[in-house]
């Protein structure tokens, strides 16, 4: 139900465009948004943007990652500039929201960004 595309192998110093597509019936989308899994670490929130343009940012992407998302087409992109090396992950599209009064949350497939130095 979700589709990620994007990713890749950048320089440091260089942008990424990462882009998810919901297919959703009955379902009421919450929030859109993207995680990252390093090798070793936990999966982390990186952006996430709420059906009214509230976003959310991981700290340590503040100022180089811009979430955007458009609720006519159910798809969120996330622009990934100035990228460094420990940016370096997979990447999981995610979306939460409620379908029958339950509340529900989907992940896709990961998409590889890797970044040199």
């Known amino acids: 139900q979700l589709q990620a595309s994007g990713g890749g192998l950048v320089q440091a110093g260089g942008s990424l465009r990462l882009s998810c597509a919901a297919s959703v019936t009955r379902f009421r989308i919450g929030f859109m948004g993207w995680y990252r899994q390093a090798p070793g670490k936990q999966r982390e929130l990186v952006a996430r943007v709420s059906t009214g343009g509230m976003t959310n940012y991981a700290d340590d992407v503040k100022g180089r990652f811009t979430m955007s998302r458009d609720n006519t087409k159910n798809t969120a992109d996330l622009q990934m500039n100035s990228l460094k090396p420990e940016d370096t992950a997979v990447y999981y599209c995610?979306?939460?929201?409620?379908?029958?009064?339950?509340?529900?949350?989907?992940w896709g497939q990961g998409t590889q960004v890797t970044v040199s130095s």
């Open positions: 995610h979306l939460d929201g409620w379908a029958g009064g339950k509340f529900k949350n989907y």
